[in-house]
C-alpha cells in the first residue's frame, strides 16, 4: 500500500486512537486456566473430528479456466511484468 | 403476510402448484426494480437467471418430483459469496469485474432446496464496517429511514428483507455483520456456530471468526433457511462433521433458563428504550415458562479490543492474495512490485487500508506480544468465562446493539466509536456461539429495536425455542 502525506498523517491519528483503546487488554487480567480459541482449532474437539478429509486426487479447474479471471495471460499462463527492473 | 414477506407460506404455496415460483420471482424483480434505486440494497439484479431457475422449480413441481423446501423462494446473497459466472465483488474495486468460477456450498444448498437466486446484496468493503457506508459502488438506506444505515456489512441482506424484496437473505457474520443489521433494520438475524455452516465460496475476512448466517422476516421462514444450508461440508475444512439438530420455534420455551444480562444496559451510551424494551420481553419470557437469573458478562470493551487485533491481524493476511495477478483488477507497473503496490493502492478502500495496516501491525515483531497474543489470551479468557456462564444458564439475553441505527456520516470519521457498535456482538465469533437477533418493536422514532439471544455452540435449538415467545410478544 502507499500512501501520501495526508494519508500517513490521517492512518497514524485512526491507528493510535485504536491502539490505545486496544491497549486495555495490557490492563486487564487475563489469567487463570485456558480454553481453545474457538470451536474446531482444538484437534482434540470432538466437533472437528474428520475435518481431514482422505488423501484422494480430484480434478481441478483447467488451466483455462483458472485464467479466466486473470487481468494479464499469455497460453494459459498468468503474465506479470518485469519481476526486477527499476522499481523492483 | 404478502407472499414476499414469508418464506414458509410461499413455499408451500409453490410447492402446492397454487403459486408459481416464476411468479414469486417475477413480484420480487418488480419490487427491486420500482424500490432498489432509492434503498442501494442490490449491487446485482440478476433476473435471467432467476427466472430460468424458477422456471427449473416450476417444471419440478409440474413433473411431481418434490421441489425442495426453499420451492420457489426468492433469495438474495450478499456479494461476498460466490456465484458461478455472476459478478463478486465484496463491494470491493479490486474485485470489479470479477466472475467466481464455481457457487459457494450456500449457494449450491439454496438452489438444491428450491430457492431461486436474484441479487447479490450491497456490504461494506469486504464485510468490513457497522453501517455500509466503506463502499465502492452505492450507498446502502435503511428502509425505515433513508436519512439512516441499514448497519453492516451485510446492510443491504438486511435491507433488502426489511423492504419486502426478498423474504430470505444470506449474509456473513465475523463480528456482528448479520446480528447488527437485523436488529437496525427490524428483521431476524442468525449466526450460526463456527464451524455449522459452510464457508467454501465465502471471501474470507477473519477466517477464525467468519460464519455465514441468515435474515428472514419470521422464524419459520428463518428456520426453513438455516435447514437449508446447515451441516457438513467436505470442501470447508473448518465445516464440522455433526448432525445438525432441527430448529422450531414452536417447541417451546418452558423451562429454559435464560441469563439477562441486566449489567450491559447500563453502560454509557446504550439507549434507554433498547434496555426498557430488553426487561420488558424478558418478562415475556417468564411468562413463557423461561426461569430467568441475572447474569454478568464478561467486560465487553475487552471483547471489542481482542476482537479488533484478531480479525485485522487475518484480514492482512487473507487480503495478500489480492495481488493483480490471478483475478479482479490490476493497475500496470513496470514491475511486478510496482503494479501489486499500484493495484492495491487503488483497490482498496479506506477502511480496508486501515484493517490490513493494524493487521500487519499486530503481527509484527517487537508489537506482536503487547497485541495480538494478549487478544488470542483474551479470547481464551472469554471462552472459558461463557463456558462457565452456560454450566449456569441455557441460553443469554442481551441487547444486539447499544443504540438503534445511525444517521448516514455519524460514525464515518471515528472508527472507534463505528467499533463499538459492535460492542455486544462480537461475544458470539470470539467464542465460535451461535447468536441470533429478534426484531422487538420500535423506539419512539419508530426505528426497530434488537434483541439478542446467545446459545452454547451447537445449540440454535435454543435459540429458535426461546424466540418463539419472543416473536409472539413482537
Keep these: ?88 | 403476510v404478502s407472499a414476499l414477506e414469508s418464506a414458509a407460506p410461499l413455499a408451500a404455496a409453490v410447492a402446492g402448484g397454487r403459486l408459481t415460483a416464476r411468479d414469486a420471482a417475477e413480484r420480487s424483480l418488480a419490487a427491486i426494480a420500482e424500490r432498489d434505486p432509492d434503498l442501494g440494497a442490490f449491487l446485482v439484479v440478476a433476473g435471467a437467471r432467476a427466472r430460468d431457475e424458477a422456471d427449473a422449480v416450476d417444471a419440478a413441481v409440474r413433473a411431481g418430483r418434490a421441489p425442495g423446501i426453499l420451492a420457489g423462494v426468492p433469495v438474495a446473497v450478499k456479494d461476498n459469496l460466490c456465484v458461478r459466472d455472476l459478478p463478486t465483488t465484496a463491494g470491493s474495486r479490486i474485485l470489479d469485474g470479477f466472475r467466481p468460477l464455481y457457487d459457494a456450498t450456500v449457494v449450491t444448498r439454496l438452489r438444491a432446496a428450491g430457492a431461486v437466486l436474484v441479487g447479490k446484496t450491497n456490504l461494506d468493503e469486504f464485510a468490513m464496517g457497522s453501517s455500509n457506508e466503506n463502499i465502492a459502488f452505492r450507498v446502502a438506506r435503511n428502509p425505515h429511514d433513508a436519512a439512516r444505515v441499514p448497519g453492516g456489512s451485510s446492510g443491504g441482506s438486511a435491507a433488502a428483507v426489511a423492504a419486502g424484496l426478498v423474504p430470505l437473505a444470506l449474509g456473513s457474520d465475523t463480528g456482528g455483520s448479520v446480528r447488527q443489521p437485523a436488529a437496525f433494520c427490524g428483521v431476524y438475524g442468525l449466526k450460526p456456530t463456527y464451524g455449522r455452516v459452510s464457508r467454501y465460496g465465502l471471501i474470507a475476512f477473519a477466517s477464525s471468526l467468519d460464519q455465514v448466517g441468515g435474515f428472514a422476516r419470521d422464524l419459520e421462514g428463518l428456520a426453513l433457511l438455516y435447514r437449508a444450508i446447515a451441516g457438513e461440508d467436505p470442501l470447508d475444512a473448518t465445516s464440522a462433521a455433526r448432525a445438525v439438530d432441527p430448529v422450531d420455534a414452536a417447541a417451546g420455551a418452558r423451562g429454559l433458563r435464560v441469563g439477562v444480562a441486566a449489567g450491559l444496559l447500563d453502560r454509557p451510551g446504550v439507549d434507554p428504550a433498547i434496555a426498557a424494551r430488553l426487561r420488558e420481553r424478558a418478562a415475556a419470557l417468564e411468562a413463557a415458562g423461561c426461569v430467568l437469573s441475572t447474569v454478568e458478562l464478561p467486560d465487553p470493551d475487552l471483547a471489542v479490543a481482542a476482537y479488533y487485533l484478531l480479525a485485522t491481524a487475518e484480514a492482512s493476511s487473507n487480503l495478500a492474495r489480492y495481488d493483480g495477478v490471478r483475478f479482479g483488477a490490476r493497475l500496470p507497473g513496470d514491475t511486478v512490485g510496482a503494479m501489486m503496490r499500484r493495484t492495491r493502492t487503488a483497490g482498496f478502500g479506506p477502511e480496508v487500508k486501515r484493517r490490513i495496516l493494524l493487521g500487519t501491525y499486530v503481527l509484527s515483531a517487537g508489537y506482536r506480544d503487547a497485541t495480538y497474543l494478549k487478544a488470542q489470551e483474551a479470547r481464551r479468557v472469554l471462552a472459558r468465562r461463557f463456558g462457565e456462564l452456560f454450566a449456569a444458564v441455557d441460553l443469554l439475553l442481551l441487547p444486539t446493539t447499544p443504540t438503534t441505527a445511525f444517521r448516514i456520516g455519524e460514525k464515518r470519521d471515528d472508527p472507534v466509536a463505528m467499533y463499538l457498535s459492535d460492542v455486544f456482538t462480537v461475544y458470539a465469533n470470539l467464542i465460535g456461539a451461535p447468536a441470533l437477533s429478534v426484531p422487538a418493536g420500535t423506539d419512539a422514532q419508530g426505528l426497530p429495536i434488537g434483541l439478542q439471544l446467545l446459545a452454547p455452540s451447537w445449540r440454535e435449538d435454543l435459540l429458535f425455542r426461546a424466540a418463539g415467545p419472543l416473536e409472539r410478544a413482537a
Excluded: K, Q
Design chain 1, 1 to 88: 500500500l502507499e500512501l501520501d502525506d495526508a494519508g500517513v498523517e490521517a492512518m497514524v491519528r485512526d491507528l493510535g486512537a485504536i491502539l490505545a483503546y486496544a491497549d486495555l487488554l495490557n490492563r486487564a487480567d487475563l489469567s487463570g486456566p485456558v480454553a481453545p480459541a474457538a470451536p474446531g482449532s482444538d484437534p482434540g474437539d470432538a466437533a472437528s473430528a474428520g475435518r481431514l478429509r482422505d488423501d484422494i486426487v480430484r480434478p481441478g479447474l483447467p488451466p483455462g479456466a483458472a485464467t479466466r479471471e486473470a487481468p494479464g495471460t499469455d497460453h494459459d499462463l498468468f503474465r506479470v511484468p518485469p519481476v526486477l527492473g527499476p522499481e523492483a
